[in-house]
């Protein structure tokens, strides 16, 4: 495996992987590598010829409050377990190197950005669709790996492939739990033990939420109530939001009539922690 620190030199390696005819399989990272993470190299792994893994914590993502400088970060760890699971070429470039002096292009996907995780966050998710525009353009993937914890994150870069035009596919794989069900993220290592056990309460809600979908509950009002409850009978929650939307437009909707994403944030403590499922009448 090489890592690979300056954009010229993965550049030069696109190049020189296009010219073979190279179908290219890309799993865009922040590292600090869990199972979740691995679960979307190895499928890379399994589809394509050539998997390369990025490894950057995006400044453009975060806000002037949030964890930018204390996220998660282990490179040399990271490394190991991407040489063990057969990755190619690890890129992990520097800020400066994505982003040089006098940087003023971004890319924004309007509308379904101003969703969700939107609200709260203002200019994240510009951050993410422009990062991800520069891998794809400097990598140039056949495909590109997403978990569904992240599925905001999924369908925007989804619409960004479409409205310009890429000939890469978005592949989407379900989102990767601890036993006790709680969403494997980097951002679990800021949990103390009670926030950790009471965090289990998402997914307990959603599941609650399916089970009561399933068996024909129509009104999402009533939906969004029963996980409000659950959840703020937790001590250490504060609910950013509880959602019941279109899984394509992330409309807000009221009637159940047919797929819906139930979508959930929530700080436990300094966390806060995303969670969602795809469900079906």
Same mark, same amino acid.
């Given at each position: 495996?090489?890592?690979?620190?300056?954009?010229?030199?993965?550049?030069?390696?696109?190049?020189?992987?296009?010219?073979?005819?190279?179908?290219?399989?890309?799993?865009?990272?922040?590292g600090a590598f869990h199972e979740g993470h691995l679960s979307l190299i190895r499928e890379a792994r399994r589809r394509d010829e050539v998997v390369v893994v990025s490894?950057?914590?995006?400044?453009?993502?975060?806000?002037?409050?949030?964890?930018?400088?204390?996220?998660?970060?282990?490179?040399?760890?990271?490394v190991a377990l991407a040489s063990c699971l057969g990755v190619d070429f690890l890129f992990a470039p520097s800020a400066e190197e994505i982003y040089p002096q006098r940087?003023?292009?971004?890319?924004?996907?309007?509308?379904?950005?101003?969703?969700?995780?939107?609200?709260?966050?203002?200019?994240?998710?510009?951050?993410?669709?422009?990062?991800?525009?520069?891998?794809?353009?400097?990598?140039?993937?056949?495909?590109?790996?997403?978990?569904?914890?992240?599925?905001?994150?999924?369908?925007?870069?989804?619409?960004?492939?479409?409205?310009?035009?890429?000939?890469?596919?978005?592949?989407?794989?379900?989102?990767?739990?601890?036993?006790?069900?709680?969403?494997?993220?980097?951002?679990?290592?800021? !949990?103390?033990?009670? $926030? =950790?056990? #009471?965090?289990? *309460? /998402?997914?307990?809600?959603?599941? +609650?939420?399916?089970?009561?979908?399933?068996?024909?509950?129509?009104?999402?009002?009533?939906?969004?109530?029963?996980?409000?409850?659950?959840?703020?009978?937790?001590?250490?929650?504060?609910?950013?939001?509880?959602?019941?939307?279109?899984?394509?437009? !992330?409309?807000?909707? $009221? =009637?159940? #009539?047919?797929? *819906? /994403?139930?979508?959930?944030?929530? +700080?436990?403590?300094?966390?806060?922690?995303?969670?969602?499922?795809?469900?079906?009448?």
């Amino acid at each position: 495996m090489e890592v690979v620190n300056s954009v010229e030199r993965m550049r030069e390696i696109s190049r020189d992987l296009r010219r073979k005819a190279k179908e290219v399989g890309l799993v865009p990272t922040m590292g600090a590598f869990h199972e979740g993470h691995l679960s979307l190299i190895r499928e890379a792994r399994r589809r394509d010829e050539v998997v390369v893994v990025s490894l950057f914590v995006n400044p453009l993502q975060f806000g002037p409050s949030e964890d930018y400088e204390q996220y998660p970060r282990d490179l040399e760890r990271d490394v190991a377990l991407a040489s063990c699971l057969g990755v190619d070429f690890l890129f992990a470039p520097s800020a400066e190197e994505i982003y040089p002096q006098r940087f003023d292009t971004y890319v924004t996907v309007e509308g379904l950005s101003g969703k969700l995780c939107g609200i709260s966050r203002p200019g994240h998710f510009r951050g993410v669709t422009t990062v991800v525009a520069k891998l794809f353009n400097l990598i140039l993937p056949r495909r590109a790996y997403f978990g569904q914890k992240d599925a905001q994150q999924a369908i925007i870069v989804g619409k960004m492939i479409r409205d310009l035009d890429w000939d890469i596919e978005l592949v989407m794989l379900p989102t990767v739990r601890e036993e006790d069900g709680l969403a494997m993220s980097s951002r679990n290592l800021y !949990l103390s033990q009670q $926030e =950790r056990q #009471e965090a289990t *309460v /998402l997914y307990r809600s959603l599941c +609650w939420a399916a089970e009561r979908i399933k068996a024909g509950e129509k009104e999402a009002g009533g939906i969004r109530e029963g996980i409000r409850e659950m959840i703020c009978s937790m001590p250490s929650a504060r609910i950013d939001y509880i959602s019941v939307v279109d899984p394509e437009t !992330l409309e807000e909707i $009221e =009637r159940i #009539e047919g797929k *819906v /994403l139930v979508a959930l944030a929530v +700080w436990f403590g300094r966390a806060r922690l995303i969670d969602n499922l795809i469900i079906a009448p």
